[in-house]
């Protein structure tokens, strides 16, 4: 079974561009999450959706930042523009179900992203 | 969200057991214990979980007392590749996990 890929494995970016981020979660997965951490710091949660709809968004820095899942199945985080920042690794990760005791996550290898 | 505590590193040799434990204190009732490995340049694995007494697993065993305020994730023997940092999360669903800075095991030959 494949596990989470994510796309690009590294990007590098000027100050003002945009970029997106793809996750294209396990199949049959309904819940899909987006994290980063930024250097020297700790992983941090960005959103949560289940299917199509976001259902916590909370950790989304700014507007600068715009995650879809159209359809339910991959989803793309765009940062648009980019600052300095935003520069950091880019975790997705996908699980089966939501619920009490069922929080195994199952993460891709990230997206390095580096903004000049 | 419960926050958690752990030792910021620890070292060990092949062949022994590791046990690495996290403080929990404001844990809460509905609360589940995961713990998530994470090798460099990878994203966090899923170790364990549990929500009390013992649970174990072909890769760990997860201690957790009975007041729940703490818990301790056993590695029998480790090797050189249980090399990596170790994630101790509190929280009741599958949502908003939030990681803290975890533990980093050296494992020496």
């Known amino acids: 079974e494949a596990g989470v890929t994510q796309f690009p494995s590294h990007s590098v970016i000027e100050k003002g561009q945009t970029v997106t981020l793809r996750c294209d979660p396990i199949?049959?997965?309904?819940?899909l999450y987006w994290y980063r951490r930024v250097m020297g710091k700790e992983i941090k949660f960005l959103l949560h959706?289940?299917?199509?709809?976001?259902?916590?968004e909370s950790g989304m820095p700014n507007n600068r930042f715009l995650a879809e899942r159209t359809g339910g199945t991959y989803s793309t985080l765009k940062v648009q523009p980019a600052e300095l920042e935003d520069s950091g690794v880019y975790f997705c990760?996908?699980?089966?179900?939501?619920?009490?005791?069922?929080?195994?996550?199952?993460f891709g290898p990230g997206t390095r992203l580096t903004v000049l | 969200l419960a926050k958690t505590t752990q030792p910021i590193s620890m070292d060990s040799y092949e062949g022994q057991e590791v046990n690495i434990t996290c403080s929990h204190n404001?844990?809460?009732?509905?609360?589940?214990i995961t713990w998530y490995q994470q090798f460099p340049s990878q994203g966090p694995r899923f170790i364990i979980q549990?929500?009390?007494t013992k649970v174990t697993n072909e890769v760990a065993s997860l201690f957790i007392p009975a007041d729940r305020k703490s818990s301790t994730l056993s590695l029998p023997r480790v090797s050189l590749s249980d090399t990596a940092v170790y994630y101790c999360?509190?929280?009741?669903?599958?949502?908003?996990?939030?990681f803290g800075a975890g533990t980093r095991l050296f494992v020496k030959a």
């Open positions: 199949s049959g997965h309904d819940n």
């Open positions: 999360l509190v929280g009741e669903g599958g949502f908003k996990t939030i």
């Open positions: 959706f289940v299917k199509e709809s976001k259902q916590d």
């Open positions: 990760a996908s699980s089966q179900e939501t619920g009490q005791g069922n929080n195994e996550q199952f």
């Open positions: 549990g929500y009390k």
């Open positions: 404001n844990i809460a009732t509905n609360d589940y």
